[in-house]
């Protein structure tokens, strides 16, 4: 079931054939120079997947505003749909990351099945405790793991297990918490006791995580509480990931660090530890912002992949790090966003595999300072878009997604199917 026409697509790639054939073989006898194969690299490119977030193909908003795009998707079905155009185009994002309560169905073996028919499978499962559901009965509004009564404590343990029911029959293996639980005012609550609430009720969720699954904890500095949060930080996140055992880790989430905070050297020490759950990806200027990832600051993505390469080669102890995009499109087309995305976040980590790692070893050892730094950048502006392109063609992908997805009129068509409907959930976590 393809949601775009593989004749569309293939007369596109082969219009542009030839250029691309061009300019991967110029790509290709730079690199034999660099002693590096451009073959090996174009399997490394095919290899790659990161997950797309159910809740990423519609449009988002702010605490502002949402203004909702043209055919948006309504519900689950039509986000698989849209996931399926980004996977059958990129070749690169084979696995959705879905959120409860908002992708609930009736049937998650038939939702498996109709993911399977677009290519694709579920990674990590979201829980959502920062909103009240309809026919709630207790509120979240002061907190939810963490909030100071024992019994809305324990509704939100049984929302979480719930997520990880629904996710062991989606085929998912990771259940991903990330709670706003914080305060607002100095005294509103005691700042201690509030994380020993939460980690008695997270070591309830560890305990009903099935034997090959993980926790994926996620911290954020603030918002939407905004003078303290409970999770604020890679340091708490890392003693509730200690505290509660081997199968919970920490996610870093790109946007929600303090400006300017070195984010690939708290990957380098989460890795260290075997703590690095993995990655959502997105970008930032000044905070929990989930701009496009690669589009305020390609070099730091690329040394955040600097650093995951690094650990890949040496056989880091315990890593497997889950990759997924998590970000809010507001003034996009959703789908080209996350194409784009997916793309961007391919190319840092083609771009951090040409780092040579003995030469780099060496001048680090010499103290040759500027050949160690010379070294990073001459990979860093290496275009390995051939690659990227070349990858994409020979999964059956587009050699340019956006151009093909526009030549298609996937979204005007959907326009026309998809009436719009009021109070659609987007999420910003
Ligand atoms: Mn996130």
Redesign the pocket.
């Known amino acids: 079931m393809a949601p775009i026409s593989d004749d569309l697509i293939g007369s596109l790639n082969h219009a542009g054939a030839a250029a691309q054939a061009e300019d991967y073989a110029a790509l290709g006898r730079q690199l034999a120079r660099r002693g590096l194969s451009i073959d090996s690299l174009t399997e490394r490119a095919m290899a790659w997947t990161v997950a797309v977030p159910t809740w990423g193909v519609g449009t988002g908003g702010t605490r502002f505003a949402r203004f909702p795009g043209p055919g948006e998707p309504r519900n689950i079905h039509d986000k698989l749909e849209d996931c399926g155009v980004i996977q059958q185009l990129t070749r690169g994002t084979r696995t959705v990351s879905p959120h409860f309560p908002w992708d609930k169905v009736s049937d998650y073996n038939a939702l498996r099945q109709e993911a399977a028919q677009y290519g694709l499978g579920f990674d990590a499962v979201n829980s959502n405790t920062f909103q009240d559901q309809l026919g709630q009965s207790l509120s979240y509004k002061f907190g939810s793991l963490a909030h100071a009564q024992a019994p809305t404590r324990a509704q939100a343990v049984e929302h979480n297990l719930e997520c990880i029911e629904i996710g062991r029959q989606l085929g998912s293996t990771a259940l991903t918490v ?1 709670i706003g639980d914080g305060t607002n005012f100095a005294g509103q609550q005691n700042l201690t006791r509030m994380f020993e609430n939460y980690l008695e009720a997270a070591a309830q969720i560890y305990a009903g995580l099935p034997a090959d699954w993980l926790m994926f904890i ?1 911290h954020k500095m603030y918002e939407p509480a905004f003078y303290s949060t409970v999770i604020s930080d890679w340091g708490s996140n890392l003693i509730a990931a200690q505290t509660l055992g081997p199968k919970a880790k920490c996610l870093v ?1 790109l946007g ?1 660090h303090a400006p300017n905070t070195n984010i690939e050297q708290i990957v380098a020490r989460l890795v260290q530890v075997g703590k690095l759950a993995g990655f ?1 990806f997105n970008d930032s200027k000044y905070g929990d912002d989930d701009l496009d990832a690669g589009s305020v600051d390609p070099f730091r993505l690329f040394l955040v992949f600097n650093e995951l390469v690094d650990a890949e080669t040496r056989g880091a102890k315990d890593f497997r790090p889950a990759y997924m995009i ?1 970000q809010s499109h507001n003034v996009t087309d959703p789908i080209e966003s996350l194409m784009a995305s997916a793309m961007e976040i391919a190319r840092a980590y083609l771009q951090a595999s040409l780092v040579d790692r003995a030469a780099l070893a060496e001048a680090q050892e010499a103290n040759d300072v500027l050949a160690a730094h010379r070294m990073l950048k001459a990979a860093y502006i290496t275009d390995v878009s051939p690659i990227l392109a070349e990858a994409r063609m020979r999964a059956g992908g587009a050699l340019d997604p956006i151009a093909a997805y526009r030549a298609a009129g996937y979204r005007a068509q959907k326009t026309a199917e998809r009436p719009a409907v009021a109070g659609s959930s987007s999420g910003i ?1």
């Open positions: 990330w996620e989430d929600h959502h998590d976590v």
